[in-house]
């Protein structure tokens, strides 16, 4: 008999059942009154959840269409605009921000660390940037970039510099407080930390990047437009692209598992978990890529030990229960990627440890049996 999977790569994660019942309902119109009132809380509750006195915006798409949403409504052709880069996901706004017409610098860190804030301050003074991105995880290396800071000195030194966060795999696991952090915009997508299944573009816009979208008048862009999107996310009643219905449901119900467990103790909850399950992954003799104090708490970027072969250990493991991602760039077949974010329980993460311990047993390491899940116990128990 085969293994059950359990989906362990870094998005997306496991749906728990309560939302995959809500992506079951039967389909009804979007300008259904009781539709309405459940969008409009989803609304509410992010701005309430992420306390910004700004906008949120849910849209049909992905992270990836959310990274160019967040960047078309607060820069015009011609800006200057920092990409602060942690990895492949950062490297990535370069692109989309150089199709857009805008000037691109780049700082990037190596793999495995952060800029620090100190040179990021350094660069902001050498001209007039309109824009900051930074990756707050990036899943190629596993590092979480110290947004706060970064946030407080732009706040406190760059006044009209607006910060872009990009929080695809940070977002409901790591704080990010739009305007107590100096967030100005924030961008996600829905199959992370939330637990839902992909399919949704989230955009929180601080008041400043309001201001900056009016200030600039007409954008290329059409279905990315802020100002399309405002009279739709104040009532959700009006049309103008269908909304994904289910999915609202989904995310909805996502939002109230986050409410019922407090947001505070969900954050708590994410570091508690990495710290237990990275601790684990030493124990048994793995690397962890980032720097202990740059580690995320959704995901781990683990090295391989000496005489593991990758693509040999992913297919065992996957045989053995669970699925992982291969490294990208320079690690990839020199390590694994493995999710811990969202709505996992113990029976995920005890059953994943053990699956690696299967895995690695398998492969003729014979000494490895209970050392990784004592270790996991034992640290989730604390």
């Not at 793999?111 to 990021?120: D, Q, S």
């Not at 199959?191 to 008048?217: M, Y």
């Not at 053995?320 to 991602?325: I, K, P, R, Y």
Request: charged share 25%; hydrophobic share 40%; proline share 4%.
């Amino acid at each position: 008999m085969k293994n059950r999977k359990l989906v362990m790569i870094p998005g997306p994660t496991p749906v728990v059942r309560s939302i995959q019942d809500q992506m079951g309902r039967e389909t009804v119109a979007f300008g259904d009154p009781d539709f309405v009132k459940d969008f409009q809380e989803v609304v509410q509750d992010l701005k309430s959840i992420f306390k910004t006195e700004g906008e949120a915006f849910v849209v049909a798409g992905t992270g990836t269409l959310a990274m160019e949403m967040g960047i078309a409504n607060i820069t015009q052709e011609g800006d200057n605009v920092l990409i602060v880069s942690n990895g492949f996901f950062g490297d990535r706004y370069v692109e989309l921000c150089e199709r857009k017409g805008l000037n691109v610098d780049v700082i990037s860190a190596e793999w495995g660390t952060i800029v620090p804030v100190e040179e990021i301050e350094k660069k902001l003074g050498e001209k007039d940037y309109k824009a900051v991105t930074v990756t707050h995880v990036d899943t190629s290396t596993g590092v979480c970039a110290p947004v706060a800071e970064i946030g407080k000195m732009i706040k406190e030194k760059f006044e009209d510099t607006l910060l872009l966060v990009d929080g695809v795999c940070a977002t409901a696991a790591e704080p990010e407080y739009l305007d107590q952090m100096g967030i100005d915009v924030l961008i996600t997508g829905s199959q992370k930390a939330f637990g839902v299944a992909p399919g949704l573009a989230i955009v929180l816009a601080g008041p400043k990047a309001i201001e900056r979208r009016e200030s600039i008048g007409n954008i290329r862009d059409y279905y990315l437009d802020f100002n399309k999107w405002l009279p739709i996310m104040n009532d959700p009643g009006k049309y103008f692209g269908t909304p994904p219905v289910n999915m609202i449901w989904a995310f909805q119900e996502s939002l109230r598992i986050i409410k019922e467990e407090g947001v505070e103790n969900r954050y708590e909850r994410h570091i508690k978990v990495a710290r237990a399950m990275q601790a684990a992954l030493e124990e048994l003799g793995f690397t962890i890529l980032a720097e202990k104090e740059y580690r995320a708490v959704t995901l781990s970027n683990v090295i391989y030990m000496d005489g593991i072969e990758d693509a040999e250990f992913r297919k065992t493991l996957a045989e053995e229960g669970a699925v992982v991602a291969g490294g990208l760039g320079p690690y990839a077949g020199k390590m694994f990627r493995l999710g811990h974010m969202g709505n996992i329980d113990m029976h995920d993460l005890v059953s994943t440890m053990s699956a690696i311990e299967r895995t690695l047993y398998r492969l003729g390491n014979k000494d490895v049996l209970g050392k990784g899940v004592a270790k996991l116990t034992e640290e989730l128990l604390k």
